[in-house]
């Protein structure tokens, strides 16, 4: 607070000194070099009828004396100016002047150590008049000395040093003289009205304000520089960070939240009526000893004035009483108009927390009670104590308005008087001040630092950004923070950090289906808490609560719950779900409960049917029952149930002595037992039944064994009929029962495939034939050999063609088993009538196709000879006739 008054003294002696300003007569003193000082209603107005004002003037400077030159001067006979050489009305006396006797020129004499003037004037009620106009400057006759500062940091353009909070600054101060600087000393003035001795300093700002620092250059005969501030300091305001806030500062975990930034630069206005501390006691019952102190307000411009009510905003009271009803309160401006606070009335009602004893003077608590004219005062003191016992801190009107002090001087003795007037009850005042409208503070005196930018800094947890609001998502539990970073035209750098609080992760687990085992269509009841333990999954359930709701919608809502829920009446398989909330944060994550309404149903399957195996047909074979279970289980899922094997009914029902190897079980034909199981309620099942069958195999008969013969290619494969030995492998059974098949191999034999055809060409060896019951598809097989041989030649003798279909060709069986035969038919006389070869080979017909003839139509009846020739190294050609006749 020290700093701020010393500096409202600079704002002063700064002024003052360097621009010429206007004093109109008031009560002040003035340290000032140039001015215009005239009567209280200035150069163009007249002064007021009973005045009474004491003015001084006084140079900043020890070496320097005042002078004051009066250019004007008309009084109204009666009205007074008096002149006192020195810095009070005390001082020695210059003269008294009026009407139109001027005071000419007037100066602080040699000894007048303190160089000031002073002068009172008085007018009276009979009328008034132009007054006076004079000129104040003050005069030295030192040698000039000009001081210079460097900074560091340095001061700005506009010749202000702009500092943030805390930051340190390094002076280094010189100077010159225009005389002679031998044994000239130097030293710094401080804003807190310290020096030090030296040409550098080293200073720390930690607070907002306005500073001033004067560097002093002092010649041995007492001459000094003439300027009184060389470095004006403004120290950065904490900006105003309220807004920004985060829409939920505590959020459960995986949940968002958006988080407002929002700054604005604070001004800074000097404190212009500093407050008075201190405990004071407040005599109790002594109206001529009661509390008053005053406020010294001097930070304003000489003249400036109260113009209304809204220049005050208010004034207050930090005290405690134990009886409002004892106390009068009053504030006097400096022009002397008063105004009541608190006037009679009130009772016993307390202010503060006192000490109700009168023998303990022990300070209580006090109250701040804030007097003020805005909106949210509505009540006087003695209005809001009806009815109450202690009135609270707040703000309060006072009984007279605040435009009782409108044309006071604002410089000037601002005076509270507190008067105790009923004996016993008593109390303190801890402090108490004025406080002034910001905008009617001197310029010089206020500032507000520029924005240069606000943003969020850069945090993973961000998941969107629009504008100055973010969305965070974080991702694990615990505190998370997030600096909101304000830089002003300063350079300094502020930090809002706005932290929220992410509830721990509530660790649940999907819990297990409950099962119903009941007949399709009726109703049966499930207790919904049964899997709570497990949903819990090891969390304190005196810490969280487990609600089942029919929906998910309901289950967020926490609206709706589930009713009977040890009870629930359940018909058809359905989800619940469990909200699991924590009861100390309201968090809460929402599991799903199914309930399987079914029973294990068995689906009816065809029996299981082998064949005995026809190597030893002992009546033996081995069966997969796991074959089964697919259409055992139908629509139900195997992931759901399971089906299981039994040799009776008991073991079945009872889950005993189950068939261990279902996929490879020995039979010659029994009845199984199957059980379908719910896998999670074993006891939920249902059983079926199957037959196992062991067919037998049917009874074969041996073929006889079959040649053939070769033809062309001579390969050893022909083509044949083996269904002439279906009555030899069917051996008496019917065909109707059973059907017959041949095959080249035992393997298609034993699979049913590549039966032959009578197209089929067929090498010699063993045929396999193949006997099925149609009805069992059980199967035999025996074996007959199949011999192909090359067959001799047989030529007939004649042939007739006459298209009766019978012998209608020259045909010659066998005769296709060589491939390189070639034939011709020779007439009577020799020639050569028809010829054809394996390879062409066409049956003769009795057209001839060479020769004279050839084409001509049938031959005549008659002999022809006829010669084939084999090629074959191992068969004899042929050479005969043959007879042709129609």
Not at 497 to 508: G, H, K, R, W, Y
Not at 633 to 651: K, P
Not at 677 to 694: I, K, P, R, W, Y
Request: with cysteine; glycine share 8%; charged share 15%.
């Amino acid at each position: 607070m020290k700093n701020f008054i010393l500096s409202c003294i600079g704002i002063l002696f700064f002024t003052a000194f360097s621009t010429a300003q206007d004093f109109p007569m008031t009560d002040g003193e003035f340290v000032t070099c140039s001015g215009s000082f005239t009567d209280s209603g200035g150069i163009t107005g007249d002064y007021a009828v009973s005045e009474s004002f004491t003015i001084t003037f006084c140079s900043p400077f020890e070496t320097d004396a005042m002078r004051v030159t009066f250019n004007s001067f008309d009084t109204q006979f009666g009205d007074i100016l008096l002149a006192y050489d020195g810095d009070s009305n005390t001082a020695p006396f210059l003269g008294v002047f009026q009407g139109t006797n001027s005071p000419g020129t007037l100066q602080a004499s040699a000894a007048n150590t303190s160089g000031c003037l002073t002068f009172t004037f008085i007018s009276n009620g009979a009328g008034t008049s132009t007054g006076w106009q004079a000129a104040v400057e003050c005069f030295d006759t030192c040698q000039t000395i000009t001081t210079d500062i460097v900074t560091v940091p340095a001061i700005d353009a506009d010749g202000i040093l702009r500092l943030c909070q805390g930051e340190v600054v390094d002076f280094t101060g010189s100077a010159t003289f225009s005389n002679d600087s031998a044994g000239a000393t130097y030293k710094f003035r401080l804003p807190d009205g310290t020096e030090a001795v030296g040409t550098t300093l080293q200073q720390t700002f930690n607070d907002p304000g306005v500073y001033r620092i004067d560097f002093v250059a002092t010649a041995p005969d007492g001459c000094r520089d003439r300027s009184l501030e060389d470095v004006v300091i403004q120290v950065s305001t904490t900006p105003d960070f309220t807004g920004t806030v985060a829409a939920d500062t505590s959020i459960c975990f995986g949940e968002s939240t958006n988080i407002t930034g929002m700054v604005v630069a604070t001004e800074f206005a000097s404190q212009v009526a500093p407050p008075v501390s201190g405990v004071t006691f407040l005599p109790d019952d002594n109206a001529s000893t009661f509390y008053e102190t005053c406020i010294d307000v001097s930070g304003f411009a000489p003249g400036a004035t109260l113009s209304s009510a809204a220049d005050l905003l208010g004034f207050f009271i930090n005290m405690e009483h134990s009886y409002l009803g004892d106390l009068d309160i009053t504030l006097t401006a400096p022009n002397g108009a008063i105004i009541d606070v608190k006037t009679g009335g009130g009772g016993n009602t307390f202010l503060g927390v006192p000490i109700d004893v009168d023998t303990d003077l022990t300070p209580g608590v006090g109250f701040v009670y804030n007097f003020t004219e805005a909106p949210s005062a509505t009540q006087t003191l003695f209005q809001a104590s009806l009815g109450v016992a202690t009135l609270p801190a707040g703000d309060y009107l006072a009984e007279d308005p605040f435009s009782t002090f409108a044309g006071t001087s604002l410089n000037g003795l601002w005076c509270l008087r507190v008067v105790d007037n009923i004996r016993s009850d008593n109390g303190y005042i801890f402090e108490w001040g004025i406080n002034f409208n910001p905008l009617i503070v001197p310029d010089a005196e206020r500032y507000t630092p520029g924005e240069v930018s606000q943003e969020w800094a850069a945090n993973a947890d961000i998941t969107a950004t629009n504008g100055n609001v973010i969305t965070v998502t974080p991702t694990t539990a615990g505190q998370h923070c997030y600096d909101y970073i304000f830089t002003d035209s300063f350079g300094c750098t502020y930090t809002e950090t706005i932290c929220i609080d992410v509830a721990s992760e509530i660790t649940v687990v999907e819990p297990n289906d409950i099962i119903v085992c009941a007949q399709t269509g009726s109703v049966a009841q499930v207790d919904l808490t049964a899997r709570d333990t497990q949903i819990l999954n090891g969390l304190d359930p005196a810490a969280f609560t487990v609600t089942p709701f029919g929906n998910q919608a309901d289950a967020d809502a926490a609206s709706n719950p589930l009713t009977s829920i040890t009870a629930y009446d359940v018909s058809t398989s359905e989800t619940v779900f469990v909200r699991v909330e924590e009861v100390a944060t309201g968090c809460f994550v929402v599991v799903e409960l199914d309930i399987d309404f079914s029973t294990a149903a068995y689906t009816a399957v065809p029996d299981l049917e082998l064949c005995d195996d026809p190597t030893n047909a002992d009546g033996i074979e081995v069966f997969d029952l796991t074959s089964q279970d697919i259409g055992i289980l139908g629509t139900q899922s195997s992931t759901e149930y399971g089906v299981t094997y039994f040799l009776s009914q008991a073991d079945a029902n009872a889950n005993l002595n189950e068939i261990l190897t279902p996929g490879a079980f020995d039979s010659m034909g029994e009845t199984i037992y199957a059980r379908v199981s719910n896998l999670q309620d074993a006891n939920c099942f249902t059983t079926g039944t199957f037959e196992l069958v062991v067919n037998a195999v049917p009874t074969i008969g041996t073929g006889v064994d079959v040649t053939e013969c070769d033809e062309s290619p001579i390969d050893g494969a022909t083509s044949f009929d083996f269904t002439v030995n279906d009555s030899a492998i069917l051996n008496g059974q019917s065909a109707v029962d059973f059907t017959v098949s041949y095959h080249a191999t035992q393997s298609d034999a034993d699979a049913g495939s590549n039966s032959i055809s009578i197209s089929t060409v067929v090498a010699g060896g063993t045929i396999y034939a193949r006997i099925e019951n149609n009805i069992t598809g059980c199967y035999n097989t025996s074996t007959f050999n199949f011999v192909v041989e090359t067959c001799e030649v047989e030529v007939p003798e004649g042939f007739s063609p006459n298209n009766d279909g019978i012998n209608d060709t020259f045909s010659i069986p066998g005769v296709d088993q060589f491939s390189n035969f070639e034939m011709k038919v020779f007439n009577r006389l020799g020639s050569v009538v028809y010829e054809t070869r394996a390879n062409n080979y066409v049956e003769f017909t009795g057209i001839p196709n060479t020769g004279v003839a050839a084409g001509d139509g049938l031959l005549p009846v008659g002999t022809y000879f006829y010669v084939i020739k084999f090629n074959d190294p191992d068969t004899e050609d042929i050479a005969s006739w043959m007879y042709i006749n129609y």
